[in-house]
């Protein structure tokens, strides 16, 4: 079961593909903030993560703990010599970085909880968003790549290393021939569907691309087939849909949602019989509560589970 949280003063640290967010406080309603780009140079980033960390230490006082939510691949093994590691990962420069042994070296003393960047989005909300009196549910992420995670019987999933899901294969639309910008595996979800797919496929970025152009109809159908095999494989009760693509720039968030959720429903045809999967499915698939606060909220929440379970 996901532990108590202590409402102390901690660190919080969202790893994206594009910026590392940092924060300080106690809750989402006291955190100060701020936001570096993650580029290609892990040293200089981790860096000034911590040096912020620090400053805001002196500022505000102690922190008891700190949280860190990273994009993947991660060693999420305790027991592991790459453990806090990212691993086998895309991003330029970043493969095999040690960033919990970055931010150890600069916090010997406290206790710091670490998962990938979605599980963290995930447990934000969770704890303050979006599932209230939920026990299941995925959270996923669109943006510089694709990522999910997710809470299974009030535990977050992890099993062998993590949830890829945002490196599932689809079947493809027909006619469709875009071979995807995934460098593993082509045109895999992330491959497909990611911003810089979406970029590759249209020649604009996401909140540029007009409500009518072609690639909005290809990108919410790659996702409701990918919602549809996430419904069929974990079940869960709910399905949120973040990250940059997800606020679905000049389309419309509420048109982008309502055309997954036409497309998932059409894809499972009938099969699951759950009155979430046919006429509640507006509450089943949704945007997060946290909006772009997610991921830093439940870094937070690491943190300050890490507390209780030192």
Same mark, same amino acid.
């Given at each position: ?39 290609? =140079? ?87 968003? =979006? ?122 968030? =509420? ?37 772009? =606060? ?17």
């Amino acid at each position: 079961m996901l532990g108590k949280r202590h409402n102390v003063l901690a660190g919080a640290i969202e790893g994206g593909g594009t910026k590392f967010v940092c924060a300080v406080g106690s809750s989402p309603h006291n955190l100060s903030w701020t936001e570096f780009p993650t580029g290609d =140079n892990p040293i200089r980033v981790l860096a000034q993560v911590t040096d912020w960390l620090n400053e805001q230490q002196r500022e505000r006082g102690a922190l008891q703990a700190i949280g860190i939510g990273s994009f993947g691949p991660l060693d999420l093994h305790p027991g592991s010599p790459t453990y806090g590691y990212i691993t086998s990962t895309p991003k330029p420069g970043w493969r095999n970085t040690d960033v919990m042994g970055a931010v150890r070296r600069a916090f010997p003393e406290i206790p710091i909880g670490f998962d990938t960047d979605v599980n963290a989005a995930a447990l934000g909300e969770y704890f303050w968003g =979006n599932t209230s009196g939920l026990s299941d549910f995925v959270y996923v992420t669109i943006g510089t790549g694709i990522g999910a995670g997710g809470v299974a019987g009030r535990q977050l999933i992890h099993g062998l290393v993590h949830p890829e899901m945002g490196h599932m294969l689809l079947p493809r639309v027909h006619g469709d021939t875009f071979a995807g910008v995934c460098p593993y595996h082509g045109a895999c979800w992330e491959g497909l569907c990611s911003g810089p797919a979406l970029l590759k496929r249209s020649g604009m970025l996401a909140e540029a691309l007009p409500p009518e152009h072609e690639a909005w109809a290809l990108e919410t159908q790659y996702i409701a087939y990918a919602v549809a095999n996430i419904a069929c494989m974990l079940s869960p009760q709910r399905v949120i849909i973040g990250g940059g693509v997800g606020n679905a720039g000049r389309l419309g968030q =509420n048109q982008f949602f309502r055309l997954i959720r036409e497309k998932t429903r059409a894809a499972l045809s009938g099969y699951i019989a759950s009155p979430a999967l046919c006429e509640e499915i507006g509450d089943y698939i949704v945007p997060p509560h946290l909006g772009d =606060n997610a991921g830093i909220c439940g870094a937070l929440a690491l943190a300050q589970i890490a507390l209780n379970d030192s």
